[in-house]
């Protein structure tokens, strides 16, 4: 049998099943890697685990620029209990997150579904829709000053509709819902990314076998796509719950914390308590109950958005 030129050079195909198995790395080349990496752990551990882990002490301390610092205990603690303030923040925060978090993701699944298909033009609406994301919210928050101002262009709407015609962001009741509507126009667009990237990734045979079955479109949303979904839908709700939380910039630009701290984040207070009376102590123990309050919220998603794989 006379050999074919460059058979020689072909490699045995491997049998079908079986698994290709990686090697091991050795110790030098681990070490190498590390090596590389070990910059930027570096600097990830000075700039982030650093001021988080001095955040917390000093939240234990009464701290001030210049002065003495003095180990308090719980002090700081005691005062956030019988702070009205503080509770006045606590309120405002949640409201502003629990109305936020939900229109925010639900804009961000509508625009997900309904760009997810190949259409003259889809890209250019993916491109406007994600356009807010990178938009500054200092900017943004200066051109909803002037929307939502009395005599603005919301303003005349509402009067046009037959609904009151002031200023939103003047009224103790109104303020919030206005911030929300900033802070979901600001943000649906990168939960839409998000969605759109994990919609793509659904095998279109799972659509395409419920369809034969006869399912409607409302049913293959909820028993086929909806289920694929979950993964992405934590993962933005984790991160939506986070900026909700933290929100400050619009704030400080649109209202102050006004009118009559009816729009009073925990971040403002924290800003202000930390950077306008230079007592680091009580903000610092202001962030740390933010943190806490972050985390349990977290995990209460993690139960009921993460509880499936």
């Known amino acids: 049998m006379v ?3 460059g058979s020689q050079l072909r490699r045995p195909r491997r049998p079908a099943g079986e698994v290709r198995r990686l090697r091991r790395p050795s110790a030098r080349e681990a070490g190498t890697a590390l090596l590389f990496v070990l910059p930027f752990l570096l600097l990830f551990a000075v700039f982030r685990f650093g001021p988080a882990i001095a955040g917390v002490i000093l939240g234990f301390t009464d701290y001030t620029i210049g002065g003495d610092t003095s180990w308090t205990g719980l002090e700081n603690f005691r005062r956030l209990v019988d702070d009205p303030t503080f509770w006045s923040a606590v309120r405002v925060t949640v409201v502003f997150t629990a109305l936020s978090v939900p ?9 997900a579904l309904l760009t997810r298909r190949a259409f003259r033009g889809a890209k250019l609406f993916r491109s406007i829709f994600f356009l807010p994301v990178v938009t500054s919210l200092v900017l943004a928050g200066v051109v909803f000053t002037w929307v939502f101002a009395d005599g603005g262009p919301w303003s005349r709407a509402m009067g046009a509709l037959g609904l009151p015609a002031g200023s939103w962001l003047a009224d103790s009741a109104l303020v919030v819902p206005a911030l929300v509507l900033v802070s979901v126009w600001s943000r649906f667009g990168y939960g839409m990314l998000i969605l759109l990237a994990r919609l793509q990734d659904i095998p279109a045979e799972l659509e395409e076998a ?43 630009v649109m209202t102050g914390g006004g ?22 102590g009580y903000a610092s123990a202001v962030g740390v109950a933010l943190f806490v309050m972050t985390i349990v919220v977290a995990l209460i ?7 499936e794989k």
């Open 210 to 252: 419920a369809l034969t079955d006869g399912a409607s479109a409302w049913q293959r949303f909820r028993y086929v796509t909806l289920p694929q979904l979950r993964p992405a839908l934590f993962f933005v709700a984790i991160i939506e719950t986070t900026v909700s939380f933290q929100v400050f910039d619009m704030i400080y």
């Open 3 to 5: 050999a074919l030129p």
């Open 103 to 111: 229109l925010s993701m639900l804009a961000s699944l509508g625009m």
């Open 301 to 307: 998603q993690r139960l009921t958005l993460g509880r």
């Open 259 to 280: 009118p009559v701290r009816a729009s009073y984040s925990l971040v403002y207070l924290l800003y202000d308590q930390g950077f306008k009376y230079f007592d680091l």
